[in-house]
């Protein structure tokens, strides 16, 4: 049993009473503790872990991705057409067709195509289809026409919306796709608690027993309490609310009371997620170099300076904690500014402000973590080589390599949390840990950012409960704490690197009861009380 916890990590048993650990010792130290109000929970020479924190995740968007077009499998754009065409006349009730997953390097080899490319497939309906990181959206013209339609998007950029430089006429391209998943009623009318169920059930199975949900929108936050309610969040969630730009600060007052309404074990609203930068493949992450494939571009932020550091200082006030999308240097390095200018103004001493992603960092930037106390955010498997050809390119070489810099964050005291950023990427943290310990350099080299097994897992756990402000009552196995873990089967400190992805879920426990038990593989598997 491995608690996590820094001067004790090691253990035999657990009791509990109630959903919290009592005393964490030998197994004839707990045994006599077994009682009608104390439970004993022992590894019985199985790895017990604290339960897995996925400190970035989209449960509620994620859920959604199923009933979309698949495109995952990297389909060819004649083949993505062709689903798409063959889908659009198998539902005709459906008022926007949507597909999902497209990976920029097979679906876009040249470029990102226009709305009349998208047309040849479907006309007569809007279609809409997103890249994997649900960043970048490729509508066709009734798409486009849908988008300008709505209240307000005529000149606001709405999503995103990408123009011809000579003509101002939309190309059917949006950078911030996700933005219209908000506002478009079409889309909002097709979520269910039905799916959200699934979803938090599957996050159980990978021995997920905290999820924050990074980007909740406001109107939707009450989908988690609805599940709560009726006894089928069997995840503790914690929420940040989704800050779009242009958000004005009117609705901030709006933030402040969902937080003040949902606060408990299972659910609560502690931040804010809003963006400083897109994504490197499109071109949209902040750089502080030029990028390789356009010596004229440096990326573009959100925001400009002041009026980000504007939105900081008031969500700090306020006593939110702050979560910056930022992947390029130049993006991370605006936001550590804001959060460092802040200091001692938040409400809150722990403030604990986070950058979520920081693919790209400039190595002088590394100590200020620890210094300002701004917490890492990172996803391993977004490092793997199977999602990095067309971001590579964009990169360089040389700063390619030296991205996702996790020993060097750790080694210079910063707390980096781990995260899947699902449905982006696999939820499975196992997949992660194995990415973090045994990454590879473009030449199939052990990096230098590799880490240990125990800090992969301090990761998804300690870190993650700090990165989340749960500390206090998660992210460990120790008295007081809830008693949230997992049992696999194997042993992680065992097993060589490779064999990680194998290693399955065989329980996982929420307060001190069974959430899930079985094979998290299998298709569907017994879910106990
Ligand atoms: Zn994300």
Same mark, same amino acid.
């Given at each position: 049993m491995y608690t996590g916890e820094p001067g004790a990590p090691w253990a035999e048993a657990i009791a509990c009473a109630g959903e919290r650990i009592v005393r964490v010792g030998s197994d004839r130290q707990i045994e006599r503790l077994e009682g009608p109000a104390t439970r004993v929970i022992a590894a019985e020479g199985r790895l017990v872990l604290p339960g897995f924190i996925d400190a970035h995740v989209h449960l509620i968007w994620g859920f959604e991705v199923g009933s979309w077009i698949d495109l995952t499998d990297r389909p060819s754009i004649t083949e993505a057409t062709r689903r798409v065409a063959e889908y659009t006349r198998a539902h005709p009730d459906e008022e926007i067709v949507i597909g999902y997953g497209f990976d920029y390097a097979s679906l876009l080899p040249h470029g990102l195509p226009s709305k009349e490319d998208l047309d040849e497939a479907v006309r007569?309906?809007?279609?809409v289809l997103l890249a994997y990181d649900g960043h970048t959206g490729w509508g066709n013209t009734a798409f486009t026409e849908r988008v300008l339609a709505f209240p307000g998007a005529r000149g606001s950029g709405l999503g995103g919306m990408q123009r011809e430089r000579a003509t101002r006429r939309p190309t059917g391209i949006f950078l911030r796709v996700f933005d219209l998943f908000s506002v478009l009623p079409e889309i909002r009318r097709r979520r269910s608690l039905e799916g959200l169920k699934r979803t938090v059930s599957q996050a159980s199975r990978h021995g997920i027993t905290t999820a924050f949900d990074i980007q909740v929108e406001l109107e939707d936050l009450h989908a988690y309490d609805d599940l709560r309610r009726t006894g089928d969040l069997s995840v503790r969630t914690i929420a940040a609310i989704h800050h779009p730009r242009g958000t004005p600060p009117e609705r901030y007052r709006e933030f402040a009371a969902a937080r003040d309404r949902y606060r408990g074990d299972w659910f609560s609203v502690e931040a804010v997620k809003l963006y400083i930068d897109g994504v490197v493949e499109t071109g949209s992450a902040a750089l502080l170099e030029p990028y390789a494939t356009d010596p004229a571009s440096r990326g573009t932020t959100e925001y400009e300076v002041e009026e980000y550091r504007g939105i900081v200082r008031t969500l700090s006030e306020l006593g939110f904690q702050v979560c910056t999308h930022a992947t390029g240097d130049r993006g991370a390095r605006i936001a550590l500014d804001a959060y460092e200018a802040v200091g001692k103004r938040a409400a809150r001493s722990d403030a604990r402000h986070r950058i979520e992603h920081c693919e790209v960092l400039a190595r002088e930037d590394i100590p200020?973590? /620890?210094?300002?106390?701004?917490?890492?955010?990172?996803?391993?498997?977004?490092?793997?080589?199977?999602f990095t050809t067309r971001w590579r390119e964009a990169l360089g070489r040389e700063r390619a390599g030296a991205a996702f810099p996790w020993r060097s964050l750790l080694? /210079?005291?910063?707390?980096v949390a781990f995260a899947s950023d699902w449905p982006v990427a696999p939820m499975d943290p196992l997949g992660g840990i194995h990415e973090a310990v045994a990454r590879e350099t473009q030449d199939g080299a052990p990096s230098p950012e590799r880490i240990s097994v125990q800090e992969a897992i301090d990761g998804y756990t300690r870190r993650a409960a700090y990165a989340c402000r749960a500390e206090a009552t998660r992210g460990t196995l120790a008295p007081g704490k809830y008693a949230d873990l997992l049992i696999l089967s194997d042993d992680l400190f065992v097993v060589s690197p490779d064999r990680i992805p194998t290693v399955r879920v065989l329980t996982t426990m929420v307060g001190g009861r069974v959430a899930v038990s079985g094979d998290p593989r299998a298709p569907s598997s017994e879910t106990a009380s």
């Open positions: 007569e309906r809007p279609v200020r973590f /620890a210094s300002v106390g701004v917490v890492p955010c990172m996803m391993p498997q977004h490092a793997s080589p199977e080694s /210079a005291g910063a707390s």
